[in-house]
């Protein structure tokens, strides 16, 4: 009887606690510091872009707003604190491309990635650039296509890793072209660039950041963007599906998500939040520098395209016999 009623009491104080919870995220949310969790390095592009937002989530809804960042793991080792993190508002993650392609990539993941957490808000969606050393013998992707099929296997492409955007774009490349550029992986952007400018690597499907100042100056060319329609960033450069790979689109992504549980209510108060961020022009910088486009949306419209992108980037990745450890 005792053990009844103890487990009775034991319900009643959870479902309690619950109901108390949920009315303060209505009426108080936030009350403490939001933490933004960021699963690379300070400094990269990633980082810029939480801590811009972060420091307009701060005024917006008058609490402080911190980025930490927890690099490592191909963006596993933050992503998983955010995971094991309390669902009460307080902590969100700001996931990019690995978040859907990481499920296809690894065999066993500390999380489910489609379970464990909650959407929150689509922050920006950008592309890459494929660029090439100037002293090849093609001009255009049409040029680089036929190459490409009378040179099979001559022609390298650098990435910023295995896996990454720019590692993926290029195998899409090759599945939709119907040639053979052969991976060369590097320990980031910048060494890639290194061995493109000196003729290493002749091809390169990458960020709009590290690419523009060399095509700026004549030591890069761009032949196309990635992204499936033109971009203010590079109004004269045609998408890679118009140079002649018809289906051709390859992007990245920033969103928010929180743990799995996190009150409705404070998903909300932040999703309005994100979407005036968006704007107010907050990013307005990164757009032309970071090939950034912005577009407010719902938790739900976060979670259609990143279950969309997952799908497409998985036979992508199944296609190319691709698997990290």
Known sequence: ???????????????????????????????????????????????????????????????????????GGGTIIGTEAAANSVPDGYTVVMATFAHAVNPSLYPKLPYDTFNAFAPVALVARSFNVVVINPNEPFKTVEDLIVYAKANPGRLNYGSYGNGTSAHLAGELFNALARVQLTHVPYKGAAPAITDLLGGQIQVMFTTVASAASYVESGQLRALAVTSATRSDAFPNLPTVAEAGVPGYAAESWYGLYAPVGTPAPAIARLNTSVNKAIEASTFSKLATNEGLTFAPGTPDDLDRYVRAEAERWHHVIEAAHIQLQ
Do not use: C, Q, W
């Open 1 to 71: 009887m005792n053990t009844a009623r103890n487990a009775f009491a034991a319900i009643f104080v959870a479902v309690l606690s619950l109901t108390i919870s949920s009315i303060a995220v209505r009426g108080d949310y936030p009350d403490h510091v939001i933490r933004i969790i960021v699963p690379f390095a300070a400094g990269g592009g990633t980082d810029i872009i939480a801590r811009l937002l972060a420091d307009f989530l701060a005024k917006d809804l008058d609490k402080a707003v911190i980025v930490e960042n927890k690099p």
